[in-house]
């Protein structure tokens, strides 16, 4: 993945150097460099181009310094990083710089193997703050154990700009159910009930990580989950037949109670809003995604039996040469006026 660094300097020696420096780097789009002469001139190229990773910023500069500069970086996005490149070193310098955000300092004039080491480890950073985040989203454990600073967190400008954005995405839902779980639910003790639900779950949500998916919602004795990314429903059908083989290896219950665990699967793909749904006044919001896909991926679910992995016509088009599938026929799904041709995947 590219990363984008904008250079904020009023010599323009400087762009001529970067350029050289790192032709390989920008030649093999790993690194994009804008350029920005001023404080003001970068505030605006950071209008232009949202995805900027890492700010390299001197100090001395008209209209706005880099001192200035990295204040108003802190209050627009605290994710983004700054490493200021200056020939004004000195520890005074220095300590202003680092109270107001720098990541990291490197004077002039410039080692341009030791500027490329400091981009490294803070790219390396800004990735690892994002992905921290985007685990944040993708899990519910903020819901299971929050306290005082977690909230703190949650009312902060960082959180609310970084963690409340919603989007579209192409994506696979699959949905997961324990068949006949319920009667055990229902007839033995609470201890038994979860201890056993958790350990099918254990296997599940291995298999589905493996496969590069994510468990956006634990419901009752099923799981949804999301597949993003390159080949999203090949990796979910594989995820599924992963869970379906192992759940199929589990032992019965106990000897006096009979019960051997099977999973019936339903699978759609297109297009999801993934987002925070909940209630922003009680602070009870869900990262979660939503829409016909959901839907119909649960509907797809209600009408496979133990063992059964259901796709629609439509998805069958895009594996057939992948997998192996036996045509089912035409079902009526809740809430849908055409009937829809389904398949099931068999390995």
């Known amino acids: 993945m590219i990363s984008k660094i904008l250079v904020v300097d009023d010599e323009t020696d400087l762009e001529i150097l970067i350029k050289q420096k790192f032709r390989k780097k920008i030649r093999d789009q790993q690194y994009e460099f804008v350029f920005a002469v001023n404080g003001n001139n970068a505030l605006e190229q950071l209008s232009i181009h949202g995805d900027i990773k890492v700010v390299l910023s001197d100090i001395n500069m008209p209209e706005m310094d880099g001192l200035t500069l990295l204040t108003k970086l802190n209050e627009q996005n605290a994710i983004l990083k700054s490493v200021i490149v200056s020939a004004y070193g000195d520890m005074e310098n220095i300590r202003t710089a680092m109270n107001r955000g720098a990541f990291d300092f490197v004077t002039k004039p410039v ?8 981009i490294e480890k803070t790219i390396k950073h800004v990735d690892q703050m994002k992905e921290t985040l985007r685990a944040i989203k993708e899990n519910n454990i903020l819901k299971m154990y929050v306290d005082e600073t977690v909230l703190n967190f949650m009312d902060s400008r960082e959180f609310e700009t970084s963690l409340m954005k919603n989007e579209t995405v192409e994506a696979t839902v699959a949905f997961l159910d324990i068949c006949g779980f319920t009667a055990i639910s229902e007839n033995e003790s609470p201890d038994m009930v979860v201890q056993l ?7 599940m949500v291995k298999k589905i990580i493996e496969q590069g998916g994510f468990v956006d919602k634990f419901m009752g004795d099923a799981i949804l989950a999301v597949f993003r990314g390159e080949y999203h429903l090949d990796r979910a059908i594989d995820a599924c037949l992963a869970v379906r083989s192992e759940i199929s290896k589990m032992p019965a219950v106990s000897d006096n109670v009979v019960f051997k665990p099977h999973v019936s699967v339903g699978i759609h793909s297109g297009t999801l809003v993934s987002g925070n749904i909940g209630s922003v006044s009680l602070r009870r919001l869900d990262y979660t995604v939503i829409g016909d896909v959901v839907n119909t991926a649960q509907r797809l679910q209600s009408v496979s039996g133990p063992g059964q992995i259901i796709i629609n016509e439509l998805s069958y088009h895009k594996v057939k040469e992948s997998f192996i599938c036996k045509k089912i ?6 809430n849908k006026s055409l009937s829809t041709i389904i398949y099931e995947v068999v390995e």
Do not use: A, I, P, W
Request: cysteine-free.
């Open 111 to 118: 080692n341009f193997e030791d500027l490329e080491l400091t």
């Open 197 to 203: 639900l958790n350990s099918y779950f254990d296997v």
């Open 329 to 334: 026929g035409e079902v009526n799904l809740k």
